[in-house]
């Protein structure tokens, strides 16, 4: 894609991340973009990589995964080995849906999703015995104020 993201592309960046099933007609008449000219437009944000992928998003309490849990780990290694380890390691295992590596005083924050307490300490004990961690503590969400994939693409 050459250029910048236009109007027209936040418009439909933002209509495809309120509903990713919309046809490219419906997507065309709420953008007020011909067909062609949309599906165009779509094609060359996938090609950029702009738009990474479309997904269905799920009830995690319907499903039985209803404790949000934030893995707060500190750690004394920082060798390239260890960071391959705990690479592989956090993204090996399902429950964990997200791995950052900060700044400040922690150095990686894990999120997950499981079923409960009992849940969560089978998940830890799987994941220290994939890898060395020196400080591990959790912080388990006790109520969801705001939760969204929704990246703010601000129509201009």
Known sequence: MSGEVDTIDRRILAELQ???TLSVDQ???RVGLSRNACWRRVRQMEDAGIITGRVALVDADKLGLGLSVFILIRTSNHDPDWLTKFRAA???LPEITGVYRMSGDLDYVLRARVADVKAYDRLYQRLIAKVPLSDVSAS???EEIKETTVVP???R
């Open 153 to 155: 693409v601000e129509v």
């Open 18 to 20: 309120r509903d990713g």
């Open 90 to 92: 956090a993204t090996s």
């Open 27 to 29: 997507l065309s008449e």
């Open 140 to 142: 388990f969400v006790m």
